[in-house]
């Protein structure tokens, strides 16, 4: 079947404009995470929602960054005002009820310029 | 939260020789995940392994829950094996929501 994707898999973008990244889970995944990676570095978490709503944000880094989800669906990741430290690989995954086996997205890599 | 350590952060192996990887973790973890991330930066599940040992042809993996560690295995290593493996948890005590928390990785390169 078909697994989690990711768009657009690589922007760049000035310093100072928003962005929007997009998640689309396998289908059937009611849990969905957002995970940052700079380079070099593990993955760091940032946001989790089962089905629309988000228990947990507390990874986001600041309040320039926001997500939503549609539903048990596509999920978007916001980044205002970007910033350069912002540069990272954006990544996001799901999984079902039944496990905690997440599986994850090819990433957007964000380059800020 | 909890830490997490791997050695060793790096690797260099000639094709066909066997390697172990580790895993430390600071606190109980539930849910562990092996993943091996390719040159093209996709994470490929490798395990999921919350205790005990398994076995994916010439890959395995062991888990001691009570002792905050896990290993992985590979055997008679091939240049596809190329890249960084990542073990990661989720935090056993309060509410986690299953979230991972990563390593810093070990950079794996085989040479032919």
């Known amino acids: 079947g078909a697994g989690v994707s990711q768009s657009p898999s690589n922007k760049v973008t000035e310093k100072g404009k928003d962005v929007e990244l997009r998640c689309d889970p396998i289908?059937?995944?009611?849990?969905l995470y957002w995970y940052r990676q700079r380079l070099g570095q593990g993955l760091e978490f940032l946001i989790y929602?089962?089905?629309?709503?988000?228990?947990?944000k507390s990874g986001l880094p600041s309040d320039r960054f926001s997500a939503e989800r549609t539903g048990e669906s596509v999920s978007t990741l916001t980044i205002q005002r970007t910033q350069q430290e912002d540069s990272a690989v954006y990544l996001c995954?799901?999984?079902?009820?039944?496990?905690?086996?997440?599986?994850f997205g090819p990433g957007t890599r964000l380059t800020v310029t | 939260g909890i830490q997490v350590e791997q050695s060793p952060p790096d690797l260099i192996l000639q094709e066909g020789a066997n390697s172990t990887l580790r895993c430390n973790f600071s606190?109980?973890?539930?849910?562990l995940q092996w993943f091996h991330q390719n040159p093209w930066g996709q994470l490929i599940n490798l395990f999921y392994?919350?205790?005990g040992t398994k076995q994916n042809g010439r890959l395995s993996a062991t888990t001691v829950a009570t002792e905050r560690y896990s290993l992985l295995y590979i055997s008679s290593s091939q240049t596809t094996d190329s890249g960084v493996y990542f073990c990661?948890?989720?935090?056993?005590?309060?509410?986690?929501?299953?979230?991972?928390?990563f390593g810093q990785g070990t950079i794996l390169t085989v040479h032919p």
């Open positions: 995954a799901s999984r079902n009820q039944a496990s905690y086996e997440q599986y």
């Open positions: 289908s059937g995944h009611t849990a």
């Open positions: 929602f089962q089905g629309n709503s988000a228990p947990d």
């Open positions: 606190d109980s973890v539930n849910n």
């Open positions: 392994i919350p205790s």
């Open positions: 990661a948890g989720t935090n056993a005590g309060g509410t986690s929501y299953g979230k991972l928390t």
